[in-house]
């Protein structure tokens, strides 16, 4: 989506990578300082992170240039949202991400996974009427 995109070597190829919205070695963090990493519920826990609900798709040196920084910081340095053509907020809604998996440190690890559980399953319910043709795509404008 990003007007400016970030650019490694000389390819001019656009590659595609499914990321984390919640990176995964902060969601480890997180649960090391909160919970007892050796029970069942934070080993279920720290298997939620790959759920589709946090899984979002980005250019690949996008994802790289991420790398484990919250989403919300990791925004403020593409073009749109730092000269202010994008809120974060707005563009986050419209993506059905809570605050708590753009901006994760402000939340517990309770929220955050209800969150990627909450998501997980809207996401799920939006692709299976995509796939019997009662939702259409919203990025592409109709031909009529």
Do not use: Y
């Not at 000389?10 to 919205?21: A, I, Q, Y």
């Not at 519920?41 to 589709?52: E, G, V």
């Not at 809570?98 to 955050?112: G, L, Y």
């Amino acid at each position: 989506m990003s007007e400016v995109p970030l650019r490694s070597g000389r390819s001019t190829k656009v590659f595609l990578e499914v990321d984390h919205t919640v990176a995964h070695t902060l969601w480890q963090a997180r649960l090391d300082l909160e919970t007892n990493s050796g029970d069942d519920q934070t080993q279920d826990r720290l298997k939620a992170i790959n759920n589709l609900g946090n899984c979002i798709l980005l250019e690949k040196t996008f994802n790289i240039s991420k790398g484990n920084s919250p989403l919300r910081e990791f925004l403020k340095s593409v073009h749109e949202f730092k000269n202010g053509r994008l809120d974060v907020d707005s563009w986050a809604a419209a993506l059905l991400l809570d605050e708590s998996m753009v901006d994760p440190a402000q939340f517990s690890v309770d929220d955050i996974l209800s969150a990627i559980e909450k998501r997980d399953a809207e996401m799920r319910k939006e692709l299976g009427e995509f796939v019997q043709g009662t939702r259409h795509r919203q990025d592409l404008t109709s031909l009529d």
